[in-house]
Every structure is written in structure tokens, then in C-alpha cells.
Nanobody, 120 residues
Framework: VQLQASGGGSVQAGGSLRLSCTAS?????MGWFRQAPGKEREFVAA????????YYEDSVKGRFTISRDNAKNTVYLQMNSLKPEDTAVYYC?????????????????WGQGTQVTVSS
């Protein structure tokens, strides 16, 4: 499975961006992670195969929404009310199984990353 992420960019605080990630094959759980300079890659959000379950990191709850369109093999991350601390490279990822949804090491497939920069 190959993942291709897009949609990053630069916005001012309070703005919005939508990230997209298209997979080359069938995927199960898909997620978004982010990595800021000097920090470890951290979980942001994940969605189960048919969208029945969504999971969020606490700091993005109520601001970010993950969704997917299986007909297009694409997962989206709508990011609203962006803050400077959201600045990072965002990676989409995919995995099988359903345990430890937030665990980075459980994701076998990764996209190339897309930069999101939020200025104050």
C-alpha cells in the first residue's frame, strides 16, 4: 500500500486547512500523525475502515475532523481553528488490526508527509 498526502500549507492562527491522503490499495484503519521540529511523531487522529469509529488526540478534539471516502481510497483531515502549536509535518498512515489505535508503531504504511505552518 502506498499513501500520498497533500493539502499542507501556511495559514494564520484561526485559519483552516484540509489534508488529503490517497491510498493505492485497500486499507483498514487510517490515521494522521504529526512531527514538530525536535519532537517525536505523535498521534493526531484515526478512523476505522467504514468510518464508524474516530479517534482524536486531546488537543485537536473539536477542531479537527477525520473522514474517509472508500470509493476514492482517500482519508481527509479537516483542520479548523488552527494554532501555532499545530505547526508540524503531517503524515498519513494505514494499518490492519484494531488494537492500540494511537500507537505509531502499529501503523505499517506511511505517506511522505506534508508541511503545515500556522503563524500567530
Amino acid at each position: 500500500v502506498q499513501l500520498q498526502a497533500s493539502g499542507g500549507g501556511s495559514v494564520q492562527a484561526g485559519g483552516s486547512l484540509r489534508l488529503s491522503c490517497t491510498a493505492s490499495g485497500r486499507t483498514f484503519i487510517m490515521g494522521w500523525f504529526r512531527q514538530a521540529p525536535g519532537k517525536e511523531r505523535e498521534f493526531v487522529a484515526a478512523i476505522t475502515r467504514y468510518g464508524g469509529g474516530t479517534y482524536y488526540e486531546d488537543s485537536v478534539k473539536g477542531r479537527f475532523t477525520i473522514s474517509r471516502d472508500n470509493a476514492k481510497n482517500t482519508v481527509y483531515l479537516q483542520m479548523n481553528s488552527l494554532k501555532p502549536e499545530d505547526t508540524a509535518v503531517y503524515y498519513c498512515a494505514a494499518r490492519e488490526g484494531s488494537s492500540d489505535i494511537r500507537m505509531r508503531d502499529e501503523y505499517a504504511y506511511w505517506g511522505q508527509g506534508t508541511q503545515v505552518t500556522v503563524s500567530s
